[in-house]
């Protein structure tokens, strides 16, 4: 397996492609063995493409404290470091474009072109839907709350006419939370990725961002709801605000989105 020291855990990454170098930064609860993987899509076909299980997720390590967002950014970096990425391209989606923020505003001459997917920025540009406080509802529900939140679309009205289509989303949602272990340390570290959430808060510093930046979202997110992409473009120099047909998930919802990220990032 590929892992790397970064800064006080033992990193998983995985690497695949070719041409000009991506990293992916995942969202909430991401593991590379969840299937597919960013690696199986578009970006693996144009791209160097570079990913990588984030602390207390997938084959990385858990350590038992408290994780914060300088945290993720220095891991990140660290990676970078170690694999001797100067400069990249960047995408973050949801939790990972939170992440991407953090590095971007800590070290901007290290981006080349920035993807933010279904993110926000916290503070004065809105906060993601707090996901944590969902943590310990039954089963059930807490899966029915985050499919709600995840597209407005799918309410108690859609979710009454589409038993088929819900029980289908259930069923998938429970396949990618059983990848991988369920052990106290994989469940807690979890949950410390989405308590640091709450301490995301970039919105004063994006106004120093040089580099072109596409903000793609969803038209029914209730994660990262409109509002909050709008306001992520109002504070970022060079950013482009495109939205798509879906939620939370429109990158699999609207066959257009990743040609069209595709298109923006190889322009540079």
Known sequence: MPRL???????????AGSGPRLLYIGGSGGDLRQQPSVFD????KHFDLLSYDQRGLGRTDKPDTAYSMQDYAEDTLGLLDA???ER??????????????Q??????ERIARLVLACTSSGGAGGASYPLHELADLPERERM?????????RRDADW??????????ALDFMSQRAATGDDRPEDRAGARRQLEARIGHDVADRLSGLSMPVLIAAGLHDGIAPPENQKALESRIPDATLEFFDGGHLFLMQDRSAFPRIVEFLGAA
């Open 5 to 15: 020291r970064v800064r006080d855990i033992d990193l998983y990454f995985e690497r």
């Open 41 to 44: 899509g578009l970006l693996g």
């Open 83 to 85: 694999l001797g990425w």
């Open 88 to 101: 990249c391209l960047v995408m973050g989606v949801s939790f990972g474009g939170m992440v991407a923020q």
């Open 103 to 108: 590095v971007a505003v800590r070290a901007p």
């Open 144 to 152: 029915i709350r985050q499919l709600e939140l995840s597209d407005v």
């Open 159 to 168: 979710r009454a006419a589409h038993p088929e289509d819900l029980a289908s």
